[in-house]
């Protein structure tokens, strides 16, 4: 896709939604940080059910460690990954403790050394806590990206060096809250809202349902 098309598509986006943010609920960074670990192949709206009177009670690591792994696992059962996530969770926690005097790394090569962090977790996490100009690749990200033409990549680390390249950097700040929202609500994975799209006339998808 030419620059053009792409700016104009952003630049739509911008529009309709001049500043989005994350639909997580969290208090502040490091109940950020929990929830989107907790967000790993589950929805924000169950992660928000479940999180909601646990982050009334915690919201500091020594919190979360004195709460416990058992605890943790009551509040967070009905997420899936639950086991391993609260695992991951109380390990974080800890190495902040630790390791970090509490605060949370400011670098995407040490967030992703707190267990349950990969890059896409840390590239939202900087995005949403420190506003950088960074790009969590999730599986919203890579459809639409890819299947309206901004790239033609095949993992997400190609996604998002190609959408780091390719993205206007007027628009960088939120293009991936731009390109999560399309997918979830319009550009849905089984079948795209194409006739309630407000960049149908810019997409290269050949299938379009309207």
Not at 168 to 189: D, E, F, S, V
């Amino acid at each position: 896709m030419n620059k053009q098309n792409i700016n104009q598509i952003f630049y739509i986006f911008s529009t309709q939604n001049p500043n989005p943010k994350t639909e997580l609920e969290y208090k502040n960074e490091y109940t950020l940080l929990v929830a989107i670990v907790l967000s790993a192949q589950s929805t924000d709206i169950s992660v928000n059910k479940a999180t909601k009177s646990l982050f009334d009670k915690i919201k500091t690591p020594k919190g979360m460690l004195k709460l416990g792994e058992n605890q943790l696992k009551k509040h967070i059962k009905t997420i899936g990954l639950y086991n391993s996530k609260a695992k991951n969770i109380i390990k974080l926690s800890k190495m902040l403790v630790d390791d970090f005097n509490n605060k949370i790394p400011d670098t995407i090569t040490e967030l992703q050394l707190l267990p349950g962090v990969g890059r896409k977790t840390a590239n939202v996490f900087l995005n949403c806590a420190r506003n950088r100009d960074t790009i969590g690749v999730d599986t919203h990200v890579e459809r639409v990206s890819n299947r309206i033409g901004i790239v033609n990549t095949n993992n997400p680390l190609q996604t998002e060096k190609a959408l780091l390249a390719t993205i206007p950097n007027i628009w960088k700040q939120h293009a991936h809250h731009w390109l999560i929202l399309h997918g979830r609500y319009i550009c849905k994975a089984r079948t795209p809202l194409c006739k309630k799209c407000i960049i149908s006339h810019l997409c290269y998808y050949k299938k379009k349902t309207c």
